[in-house]
Nanobody, 121 residues
Framework: QVQLVESGGGLVQPGGSLRLSCAAS????????MGWYRQAPGKQRELVAA???????NLADSVKGRFTISRDNAKNTVSLQMNSLKPEDTAVYYC???????????????WGQGTQVTVSS
């Protein structure tokens, strides 16, 4: 019943910028962590950025100084601002969240369908 929907992917030139957004909807009691993973062809899925509720953002070393993650807890959304994009940033980006759907339940992982980001001239 819970759904994560990403938007904002596309084709961009090296050095360009792109902003990804993710919105969680459905039966949501609370969200502990929201973040972004990516998976490039032939590589494992890796954490890009994440932020726990009430905490500070965590960013992969490869994107520090270039990417910024932001959450809006009231709207159950998370965004990823990507600047100074490099070809190695090319991947499918997935929104991820740990969500409690009932007061008596623990948190469970939910994933978006993924959005393609291609950095090429």
């Amino acid at each position: 019943q819970v759904q994560l929907v990403e938007s904002g992917g596309g084709l961009v030139q090296p050095g360009g910028s792109l902003r990804l957004s993710c919105a969680a909807s459905g039966t949501i009691v609370s969200i502990k962590t929201m973040g972004w993973y990516r998976q490039a062809p032939g590589k494992q899925r890796e954490l890009v950025a994440a932020q726990i509720s009430g905490g500070r953002p965590n960013l992969a070393d490869s994107v520090k100084g270039r990417f910024t993650i932001s959450r809006d807890n009231a709207k159950n959304t998370v965004s990823l601002q990507m600047n100074s994009l490099k070809p190695e940033d090319t991947a499918v980006y997935y929104c991820n969240a740990q969500i409690r759907v009932h007061p008596s339940y623990t948190w469970e992982d939910y994933w978006g369908q993924g959005t393609q980001v291609t950095v090429s001239s």
